[in-house]
Nanobody, 126 residues
């Protein structure tokens, strides 16, 4: 079982920045591929970004490419999502997810992850 917790959400004005953090605790010495998703009211949960366990590869949704950056500190088992140039369309609950047994090729889908955090609200005002 892997426990996942994210934090850092809040209210920000359009054009502003915010950094989300996510910590995963599981088997000692094991690092996991991790991702960020978001879900706006009335919409499906959508992929935002993914980072491999080593940090050597990163993938982004087209809607956030060039504005969001995913990174990680394996010593802390923590992944970050730096968000800049935020717009009201980025308003959503942001979820951190951990992949342990899921197919590694499914990183852009919710089925590519086994564990999820509770989510943190990001609200961007116009």
């Amino acid at each position: 079982q892997v426990h996942v917790g994210e934090w850092g959400g809040g209210l920000v004005q359009a054009g502003g920045s915010l950094r989300l953090s996510c910590a995963a605790s599981g088997r000692p010495g094991v690092t996991y591929a991790m991702g960020w998703f978001r879900q706006a009211p009335g919409k499906e949960r959508e992929f935002v970004a993914h980072i491999t366990w080593s940090g050597s590869s990163r993938y982004y949704a087209d809607s956030v490419k060039g504005r969001f950056t995913i990174s990680r500190e394996n010593a802390k088992n923590t992944v970050y999502l730096q968000m800049s140039s935020l717009s009201p369309e980025d308003t959503a609950v942001y979820y951190c997810a951990v992949a342990e047994y899921a197919p590694s090729t499914a990183w852009g889908s919710t089925r590519g992850y086994d564990y999820w955090g509770q989510g943190t609200q990001v609200t961007v005002s116009s």
